[in-house]
């Protein structure tokens, strides 16, 4: 079941403290209706009472989806104490194969998640950013964020002469790459994360290819 407490946050604006609502475990199979409001962000952003800023709020959050067997765990504070992490992945153990994936933050939660609702592979789809990182100059910080016909598409960071800081963009990334990342994994079995929860991310790709 879902697991909703309260904590304290200050507002990015006024600086005036309130206490808000913390959903430390989602079971969407429980309470649907969180599910979207995990997938556009809304479930971690509070509004000040005090001067109306929209502030987004970290803690940590466990995703629990039992019907598509996964657990997504949210820890933008670094791991938990092991005895937590432990009792968690037996609850896992014991329902099942599931796909087991930690995340530092809202963002990259909803990322992993449309990933999955969209039935691809994380470690593929962190091999495409990779590729993609290598064959466009300049462009950084790439997210999944849906399906286009033949093309997966992603917002990312093009720095450039003219814009130095960096303009966010989105970019069409064929699925022919995705398979030949795909191909990789395939051609070799022993890349794969590790048992249990783990990170899938950019690092996870370094630590593969080094």
């Known amino acids: 079941m879902s697991i909703i407490t309260q904590g304290a946050s200050v507002c990015s604006k006024c600086g005036k403290e309130h206490i808000v ?96 609702e969209s039935g691809l592979d994380d470690r593929c789809m962190e091999l495409v950013k990779y590729v993609a990182g290598k064959e466009m100059p300049g462009v950084s910080r790439l997210h999944f964020y849906r399906m286009q016909d033949d093309a997966m598409v992603f917002s990312g960071m093009r720095t450039s002469p003219e814009h130095p800081q960096g303009v966010m963009e989105g970019f069409g990334i064929g699925l022919n790459v995705y398979e030949d990342c795909q191909g990789i994994l395939t051609r070799n079995p022993d890349i794969a994360s590790a048992e249990g929860f783990c990170t899938v991310d950019a690092a996870w790709v370094d630590s593969i290819l080094s």
């Open 21 to 116: 609502k913390i959903y430390k475990s989602i079971n969407v199979a429980q309470d649907p209706e969180l599910k979207a409001k995990v997938l556009d962000g809304s479930l971690f952003l509070w509004e000040c009472p005090d001067c109306g800023t929209s502030n987004l709020v970290a803690y940590d959050c466990l995703y629990h989806d039992p019907e598509e067997k996964i657990m997504v765990w949210m820890l933008p504070f670094g791991e938990p104490e092991g005895a937590e992490k432990t009792a968690i992945m037996n609850q896992a153990r014991a329902m099942g194969e599931y796909r087991l994936r930690i995340v530092k933050n809202a963002g990259d939660l909803m990322e992993k998640l449309i990933i999955f």
